[in-house]
T-cell receptor, first 113, second 111 residues
Framework: DTAVSQTPKYLVTQMGNDKSIKCEQN?????MYWYKQDSKKFLKIMFS???????INETVPNRFSPKSPDKAHLNLHINSLELGDSAVYFC????????????FGPGTRLTVL | SQQGEEDPQALSIQEGENATMNCSYK?????LQWYRQNSGRGLVHLIL?????REKHSGRLRVTLDTSKKSSSLLITASRAADTASYFC???????????FGTGTRLQVTL
């Protein structure tokens, strides 16, 4: 009955590799997000999609490319991984109202060696 | 840029005591939300307070909002060991459902 799920939970990879993280929500929400949480626990939004359309794209390097095949899925592909990409990446979803609660996935801990 | 800053960064109390954490923000908001994050887990929504509200309760949680001072506080009464977690405030400025999170307060409740 997981509401927002992410795979994988842990990802360890070498610098320069390309990797993907997948997110799925079964809440029927229209809006999905990717956040990055750094080692100091600071949480920053990266992208937001509403019904498969990109609506927020913060100043994220273009090595990061989100893809939303349908409104229940939002994947994150990262090219040419760098050491600074090491972080926990959270997916979240919400209804499209500006006042709505966001529901977070369990996170994917990415370690770049 | 970071919207919310939380104070204190860390708080250690004993079970049964009250815990108060504060959040300050910089720009006008539609609402302010509080989230909890247990170690190694995702964030969980606790409570939302709208810009035209001053106080809200939910179980052992009490949130206040002072828009003139651009600040909010979260009070957890009669704390339990299970309340040990990081607590984040998040502000909604009305831009495309975007939430901007604060720096978080790490709460430790000891037996």
């Amino acid at each position: 009955d997981t509401a927002v799920s992410q795979t994988p939970k842990y990802l360890v990879t070498q610098m320069g590799n390309d990797k993907s993280i997948k997110c799925e929500q079964n809440l029927g929400h229209d809006t999905m997000y990717w956040y990055k949480q750094d080692s100091k626990k600071f949480l920053k939004i990266m992208f937001s999609y509403n019904n498969k359309e990109l609506i927020i794209n913060e100043t994220v390097p273009n090595r990061f490319s989100p893809k939303s095949p349908d409104k229940a899925h939002l994947n994150l592909h990262i090219n040419s991984l760098e050491l600074g990409d090491s972080a926990v990446y959270f997916c979240a979803s919400s209804l499209p109202s500006v006042s709505d609660t966001q529901y977070f996935g369990p996170g994917t801990r990415l370690t770049v060696l | 840029s970071q919207q919310g800053e939380e104070d204190p960064q860390a708080l250690s109390i004993q079970e049964g005591e009250n815990a108060t954490m504060n959040c300050s923000y910089k720009t006008s908001i539609n609402n302010l939300q509080w989230y909890r994050q247990n170690s190694g887990r995702g964030l969980v929504h606790l409570i939302l307070i709208r810009s035209n509200e001053r106080e809200k309760h939910s179980g052992r949680l009490r949130v206040t909002l002072d828009t003139s001072k651009k600040s909010s506080s979260l009070l957890i009464t009669a704390s339990r060991a299970a309340d040990t977690a990081s607590y984040f405030c998040a502000t909604d400025t009305g831009t495309a459902s975007k939430l901007t999170f604060g720096t978080g307060t790490r709460l430790q409740v000891t037996l």
